[in-house]
């Protein structure tokens, strides 16, 4: 059984191999031991509820309960920019009218902005491609929402996803090859990179400060702003299914976009409910599950949080656990766990 929990200190092998998988543009995630060290010990006070709201991340993992293996992580950062500067760009108008000339024009314009300032952000999220199979992806991602849901009062009140930016078939950048590499003498990959250990001060330093006017990047860097990653396409379907949409906001390296929803608005915080469990003795008769529906389960303890996917009825009173699934959650009889179907159609 897969299930997720959050990052532990001896994870730090398993994390840095999944990023030496993830390619460029995972700027959350960089393949730098002593950046992703110091990001579970920011969880792992996080969790322990004793760090401070600017440095409040909480990393989680998917494990494979067969063989206790790491196979994915997901995180989710309480507050962006508080510490470290938060940069996108905001796609917007200027308009230019003259009465004389009986012209009017309205241009599309890049705004670099730090408008995100304060919001939540889900982020990190990559699973190793061998176990992109099944509810492991949804799993990996959307156990975050029960832990927003549960304990909401450690984030803002708009969560936010910001997405890795299309990519050509040479895995480059059309938008940084039509306008970042016009002021960074870099590749998009150091970049990124670099933004990923924390090193962001080139940014302020090296970005052009006033309204970029997209009329005047390639056809190819114009066609790429919003756009996604293709191995980003199911995260950004999933993240609309829970009503997260793109608002005109995009990376200032790729163009990806980002996708925000106030967070008592997103689907699985507002319809997750809290059941009292029930532990079943044996599994069930296949036959009996023909009127389930899959659930997205969490318990709601901070420090040893704990989500899985289990079948039970579309409306229930209580939750109904086998043994292996309360094992996985750490619950017994008596407690309580917070589920939500995991496709939104089987909400009641």
Same mark, same amino acid.
């Given at each position: %059984?897969?299930?997720?929990?959050?990052?532990?200190?001896?994870? /730090?092998?398993?994390?840095?191999?999944?990023?030496?998988?993830? &390619?460029?543009?995972?700027?959350?995630?960089?393949? $730098?031991?002593?950046?992703?060290?110091?990001? !579970?010990? #920011?969880?792992?006070?996080?969790?322990?509820?004793?760090?401070?709201?600017?440095?409040?991340?909480?990393?989680?993992?998917?494990?494979?309960?067969?063989?206790?293996?790491?196979?994915?992580?997901? =995180?989710?950062?309480?507050?962006?920019?508080?510490?470290?500067?938060?940069? $996108?760009?905001?796609?917007?108008?200027?308009?230019?009218?003259?009465?004389?000339?009986? /012209?009017?024009?309205?241009?599309?314009?890049?705004?670099?902005?730090?408008?995100?300032?304060?919001?939540?952000?889900?982020?990190?999220?990559?699973?190793?491609?061998?176990?992109?199979?099944?509810?492991?992806?949804?799993?990996?991602?959307?156990?975050? /929402?029960?832990?927003?849901?549960?304990? *909401?009062?450690?984030?803002?009140?708009?969560?936010?996803?910001?997405?890795?930016?299309?990519?050509? *078939?040479?895995?480059?950048?059309?938008?940084?090859?039509?306008?970042?590499?016009?002021?960074?003498? %870099?590749?998009?990959?150091?970049?990124?990179?670099?933004?990923?250990?924390?090193?962001?001060?080139?940014?302020?330093?090296? %970005?052009?400060?006033?309204?970029?006017?997209?009329?005047?990047?390639?056809?190819?860097?114009?066609?790429? !702003?919003?756009?996604?990653?293709?191995?980003?396409?199911?995260?950004?379907? %999933?993240?609309?299914?829970?009503?997260?949409?793109?608002?005109?906001?995009?990376?200032?390296?790729?163009? &990806?976009?980002?996708?925000?929803?106030?967070?008592?608005?997103? #689907?699985?915080?507002?319809?997750?409910?809290?059941?009292? !469990?029930?532990?079943?003795?044996?599994?069930?008769?296949?036959?009996?599950?023909?009127?389930?529906?899959?659930?997205?389960?969490?318990?709601?303890?901070?420090?040893?949080?704990?989500?899985?996917?289990?079948?039970?009825?579309?409306? !229930? =009173?209580?939750?109904? /656990?086998?043994?292996?699934?309360?094992?996985?959650?750490?619950?017994?009889?008596?407690?309580?766990?917070?589920?939500?179907?995991?496709?939104?159609?089987?909400?009641?």
């Amino acid at each position: %059984m897969f299930y997720v929990r959050p990052v532990a200190r001896d994870d /730090l092998a398993a994390l840095l191999a999944l990023s030496e998988r993830t &390619g460029t543009g995972l700027t959350t995630l960089p393949a $730098n031991a002593e950046r992703l060290d110091a990001r !579970i010990g #920011r969880a792992l006070a996080s969790f322990a509820g004793a760090a401070a709201k600017s440095d409040e991340c909480f990393v989680f993992v998917l494990v494979d309960g067969s063989s206790d293996h790491v196979v994915g992580i997901s =995180a989710i950062e309480a507050a962006v920019g508080l510490a470290e500067p938060w940069y $996108n760009y905001h796609v917007g108008t200027q308009v230019h009218a003259s009465r004389e000339l009986d /012209l009017y024009t309205a241009a599309p314009t890049l705004f670099l902005t730090n408008d995100h300032t304060g919001h939540s952000e889900l982020c990190s999220l990559f699973l190793d491609a061998r176990y992109r199979h099944g509810c492991n992806g949804p799993l990996l991602s959307k156990a975050r /929402l029960l832990f927003i849901a549960e304990f *909401a009062q450690r984030f803002a009140p708009k969560i936010i996803a910001e997405l890795r930016g299309k990519l050509d *078939a040479n895995g480059k950048s059309p938008f940084w090859e039509g306008l970042g590499r016009h002021f960074f003498a %870099m590749e998009y990959s150091r970049a990124d990179y670099l933004t990923g250990i924390g090193q962001k001060a080139f940014i302020a330093e090296l %970005m052009p400060r006033h309204p970029v006017y997209t009329a005047l990047l390639p056809d190819d860097a114009r066609a790429a !702003i919003g756009e996604v990653h293709a191995d980003t396409l199911p995260a950004r379907a %999933m993240l609309e299914s829970e009503g997260f949409r793109y608002e005109g906001y995009v990376d200032i390296f790729d163009a &990806g976009p980002t996708l925000e929803c106030f967070r008592d608005n997103i #689907r699985a915080v507002r319809q997750s409910q809290v059941f009292p !469990i029930s532990i079943g003795e044996e599994d069930p008769v296949p036959d009996s599950l023909t009127d389930d529906v899959l659930w997205l389960v969490a318990n709601r303890d901070l420090a040893k949080f704990r989500a899985v996917i289990c079948p039970a009825p579309a409306r !229930i =009173a209580q939750f109904p /656990l086998l043994p292996y699934a309360a094992q996985a959650l750490g619950v017994s009889e008596g407690d309580t766990v917070r589920a939500v179907p995991l496709a939104p159609r089987d909400r009641s």
